[in-house]
């Protein structure tokens, strides 16, 4: 038995514990953000909207990533060193959207500012992918856990080229970018689906 075998789900259990932490972390800076005007006049706090609407959308994709992160993880059923660095790229590219989220909101959803935001969004879209291709290969190997993967792999690819798509189309609006980025989140979002069944049908 090695030593990433020997790990077993306690190691596991480590990974997501100091995932869900740095995940807390990432909320936490963004919702630091939302500074309150001084002032008490309603316009003032109308003239916010922007920085509060960028964090209600990243808010949601965080959010996204901790569930189905905490799904995939009820899957793996030891640590190996690509699983580990993999998780931690994965967490680089999350720690990348406070800035984004600040900077989307702070040029009110300009051009520039909609790119970037996306670029944000594709990349952690990207890493995830390649942490669920370790869990897949290395982790339970039930028909249940196949489909699951089969399921989330085809999400996330789906969820990948609307953020590419969605980077042209900021350029020409940057509301269509956010619309792209929208859709992903719904993709995420809605209930009762079969990606939701094969995750309670887990070994």
Known sequence: MTADEAEGRAGVGRIEAFSDGVIAIIITIMVLELHAPVSERMDQLWSLWP?????????????????????????AMHVSNALLWSNMLLLFTLSLIPFSTSYL??????????????????????????????????????????????????????SSAVYLIGIPLALISPWLGIACAGLVALLWILPSSRLDRLFGARA
């Open 105 to 158: 909101g702070e040029h009110h959803f300009g051009r520039n500012a909609t790119v970037l935001y996306l670029v944000s969004l594709l990349l952690p879209s990207l890493a995830y992918a390649w942490v669920q291709r370790i869990v897949r290969c290395t982790g339970r190997q039930t028909e249940s856990a196949f489909g699951y993967h089969r399921q989330a792999l085809r999400k996330g690819a789906l």
């Open 51 to 75: 920085i509060f609407l960028a964090y209600i959308l990243s808010y949601a994709y965080v959010a996204i990533y901790w569930v189905n992160h905490h799904r995939m993880f009820a899957h």
